[in-house]
């Protein structure tokens, strides 16, 4: 198994871990699986689920291509760099076509696939490549745990805006009415 092969694995494993983490919360709730899955159905706290499904993938990930290809030198910055882009990526699709035709669940996951599939190439080339990218790796787990303690934060405080807003119960949040 090559690296080429490993990403379209993970391409394929964390858009399905997606639809597990979409639902921890409901299943568990509580303060753990509000830190981790999305408490609500508010475009925001799905970037809960993005990132979740990364973290937990990103474990047999970095076995695979420890096992087969021991290439794991720039795994953190490609890690941290293809979660970044996927979220941002998958926003800035999103939105536009979320605000001009509203809420459709086929056109929501092809979006949410072609973020993951773009983000895993850019992940494979980060991984490829020869360059030194030791101070994105040097940092990038600080980063990661940065972005999560962002996402919690705004779980429990969030914005009025319509990005944290879920339309269906008319809440922001956690237990907050809209």
Same mark, same amino acid.
């Given at each position: 198994?090559?690296?080429?092969?490993?990403?379209?694995?993970?391409?394929?494993?964390?858009?399905?871990?997606?639809?597990?983490?979409?639902?921890?919360?409901?299943?568990?709730?509580?303060?753990?699986?509000? &830190?981790?899955?999305?408490? %609500?159905?508010?475009?925001?706290?799905?970037?809960?689920?993005?990132?979740?499904?990364? &973290?937990?993938?990103?474990?047999?990930?970095?076995?695979?291509?420890?096992?087969?290809?021991?290439?794991?030198? %720039?795994?953190?910055?490609?890690?941290?760099?293809?979660?970044?882009?996927?979220?941002?990526?998958?926003?800035?699709?999103?939105?536009?076509?979320?605000?001009?035709?509203?809420?459709?669940?086929?056109?929501?996951?092809?979006?949410?696939?072609?973020?993951?599939?773009?983000?895993?190439?850019?992940?494979?080339? &980060?991984?490829?490549?020869?360059?030194?990218?030791?101070?994105? %790796?040097?940092?990038?787990?600080?980063?990661?745990?940065?972005?999560?303690?962002?996402?919690?934060?705004?779980?429990?405080?969030? &914005?009025?805006?319509?990005?944290?807003?879920?339309?269906?119960?008319?809440?922001?949040?956690?237990?907050?009415?809209?």
């Amino acid at each position: 198994m090559n690296v080429k092969k490993i990403k379209i694995l993970s391409t394929i494993c964390i858009f399905l871990l997606s639809f597990i983490t979409h639902y921890g919360y409901d299943i568990f709730p509580n303060v753990v699986t509000s &830190i981790f899955f999305p408490v %609500n159905e508010s475009i925001f706290e799905h970037m809960k689920m993005i990132f979740t499904s990364y &973290i937990l993938f990103s474990f047999f990930e970095y076995i695979l291509l420890k096992k087969y290809t021991n290439n794991t030198k %720039n795994f953190k910055g490609s890690l941290f760099l293809s979660l970044l882009f996927n979220i941002v990526f998958f926003l800035i699709i999103y939105i536009p076509i979320y605000n001009i035709f509203g809420h459709n669940l086929i056109m929501t996951l092809i979006i949410y696939f072609i973020s993951i599939m773009v983000s895993q190439i850019i992940s494979y080339i &980060i991984l490829i490549t020869n360059k030194n990218i030791d101070k994105i %790796n040097k940092y990038s787990y600080f980063l990661i745990f940065i972005l999560l303690l962002i996402l919690i934060y705004l779980t429990y405080f969030p &914005i009025k805006n319509d990005l944290f807003i879920d339309k269906n119960k008319n809440m922001i949040g956690l237990n907050n009415y809209y």
